[in-house]
């Protein structure tokens, strides 16, 4: 019956840490996937987390179903996080939100609401993107295309290229945007650019969709890094958002996200809350409590929700530290003078360092860094006391 069942290819970010694990080397390195990793590159559990749990076990909370929404106080504190608590839009109900199973599973769930309610729409995706976009939108069938967003050449945003392919998209398509901390570029548009693409997509009748994986671990400030989503919220557009906490909360396993709708009235925000349900509904029912009621423990009492934010400016810290570190290591090392201040201008828990893919095959087989063939690193698995090293490594691959 299953004789003709293939090998599926394996994940190009995730399969970098099986090469990983499968590699003796004490040299090794693993800047593959984006998870936040302590000086010592161990994988870190945030204090808030664990005083949230421990309060969530002393309480004694049930284990019964969610509601198909989700967990009320969860989907109300991460509304809030996005828009500001004072946000008009909260007050005037204009807004759907369904918890998700993560960032990951609250993108599928909108994508299934855009082949549903908009069938034939087409996503525009930036070249390039997170990969696993074009496996969602692919799996829920809905089509997409690509635009220009990367150039290659200033290591830089290509913004002209993007403006025109959003103005050349049919009216009315989709745009995904990353809210801050573009994966894998580390590249953001600036504010003012920001305010540029909210005009083409107003006069395109596009709607923006904002994946925010990112919240508060770019900068390490939550409303710092929601300022492109209030932006468009404040001219009054709609929008879908979908947000994930495995990041900014540590909280990759729990699977907790949202898939958020802001739109022209309460009424139809009430309408597009129950198609979503009507399709989480046959696809998992319902979605985990223990990650929502982390989240929602964490905001609502002022003493964890002032940790939490002292913790995530302590990730992004660190991240900052070793681009930094990096850059000056990189700068000392190269005798041929190349700038590489590219560098410290990304933000987020990557770097994208021009290198290409012979040049990422050498990191790996000859030096035992391990990252994605798009010359993509994560900072977050970098320590200090590796940069020399990955420098070295860096130059031997770009120059050879
Ligand atoms: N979107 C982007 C751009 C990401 O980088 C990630 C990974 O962190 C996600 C979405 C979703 O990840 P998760 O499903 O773990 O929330
Ligand atoms: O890009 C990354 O490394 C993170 C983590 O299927 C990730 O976004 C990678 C692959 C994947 C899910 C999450």
Redesign the pocket.
């Known amino acids: 019956k299953f004789e003709s069942v293939t090998m599926a290819p394996p ?1 190009p ?2 399969g970098v840490s099986e090469a990983f694990k499968a590699d003796s080397s004490p040299l090794k390195l693993n800047l593959g ?3 936040y990793r302590t000086e010592e590159l161990q994988p870190y559990v945030l204090d808030v987390v664990k005083k949230a749990e421990k309060l969530m076990l002393e309480s004694g909370e049930f284990k019964e179903y969610l509601p198909i929404e989700g967990l009320a106080a969860f989907n109300k504190a991460t509304a809030e996080l996005l828009l500001g608590a004072d946000n008009p839009v909260i007050k005037q109900g204009r807004i759907a939100t369904v918890q998700g199973l993560s960032g ?1 599973g609250s993108l599928r769930l909108g994508a299934a609401f855009i082949q549903r309610y908009l069938p034939g729409v087409k996503v525009l995706i930036s070249s390039p993107t ?1 990969g ?1 976009h074009k496996n969602i939108l692919n799996d829920s069938g809905v089509p997409w295309s690509e635009y220009r967003y990367f150039d290659p050449t200033t290591v830089g945003l290509d913004f002209s290229g993007m403006i025109e392919d959003i103005k050349n998209a049919t009216d009315g398509s989709i745009i995904l945007l990353h809210g801050c901390a573009h ?1 894998p570029t580390g590249i953001d548009p600036t504010a003012e650019q920001w305010g540029t693409i909210a005009d083409v997509i107003e006069e395109k009748s596009h709607l923006p969709f904002f994946d925010v ?1 990112y919240q508060g671990f770019a900068s390490g400030s939550l409303d710092n890094d929601a300022s492109s989503v209030r932006q468009f919220v404040a001219r009054g557009l709609e929008l879908f958002v979908a947000q994930s906490y495995s990041k900014n909360l540590g909280l990759y396993a729990e699977r907790i996200g949202a898939i958020n709708a802001v739109v022209s009235s309460s009424d139809v925000a009430n309408r597009i809350k129950s198609q979503l349900k009507r399709l989480a509904r046959p696809m998992y029912s319902n979605p985990p409590v223990h990650g929502a009621r982390i989240v929602a423990n964490v905001v609502g009492d002022p003493s964890l929700f002032d940790e939490w934010r002292s913790e995530m400016q302590l990730m992004a810290g660190r991240i900052k530290g070793v681009r930094q570190s990096l850059y000056d290591a990189l700068s000392s090392v190269d005798e041929n003078g190349k700038d590489w201040s590219f560098i410290l201008k990304q933000i987020g828990m990557f770097s994208f360092t021009g290198l290409n893919k012979n040049q990422s095959d050498n990191m790996t087989d000859k030096w035992h860094v391990y990252m994605t063939k798009d010359g993509r690193i ?1 900072l977050a698995g970098l320590s200090l006391a590796k940069c020399e090293y990955l420098a070295d490594a860096i130059i031997d691959s770009y120059y050879n």
């Open positions: 994940d970010i995730l996937v984006g998870a990951t997170w696993n994966n994986a994560s």
